[in-house]
Nanobody, 130 residues
Framework: EVQVVESGGGLVQAGGSLRLSCAASGFTVIDDSAIGWFRQAPGKEREGISC????????YYADSVKGRFTIASDNAKNTVYLQMNSLKPEDTAVYYCATILAVSMCPTTAWNYIPSYDHWGRGTQVTVSS
């Protein structure tokens, strides 16, 4: 069964850091999939913030997190991480990871398009206090 499970959320002060994990099972991260991170703040639409896969030279990032967030994979652990630094109150949201199976790269023009993704986790809450 294909599953992705997020963890690592919590409460942090503005300027702090958190590392989120997306543990995969039932498939191999990166080699035959693309992994995306999304977030949804209260009252707002879900937005894509990053995507990584084996064939992309550099991961994709939303402008709102570029330079502060870093996505990386640990193939030995079959896990993708999202390192979040310099957190802001506007980063408060539920963070989700999702996968596109049987691909070797993130969709070039649709890496942040929700329907592109096959399987979703349940999310992990990140709260940034001011």
């Amino acid at each position: 069964e294909v599953q992705v499970v997020e963890s690592g959320g919590g409460l942090v002060q503005a300027g702090g850091s958190l590392r989120l994990s997306c543990a995969a099972s039932g498939f191999t991260v990166i080699d035959d999939s693309a992994i995306g991170w999304f977030r949804q703040a209260p009252g707002k639409e879900r937005e894509g913030i990053s995507c990584i896969s084996s064939s992309d030279r550099t991961p994709y990032y939303a402008d709102s997190v570029k330079g502060r967030f870093t996505i990386a994979s640990d193939n030995a652990k079959n896990t993708v991480y999202l390192q979040m630094n310099s957190l802001k109150p506007e980063d408060t949201a539920v963070y989700y990871c999702a996968t596109i199976l049987a691909v070797s790269m993130c969709p070039t023009t649709a890496w942040n398009y929700i329907p592109s993704y096959d399987h979703w986790g349940r999310g992990t809450q990140v709260t940034v206090s001011s």
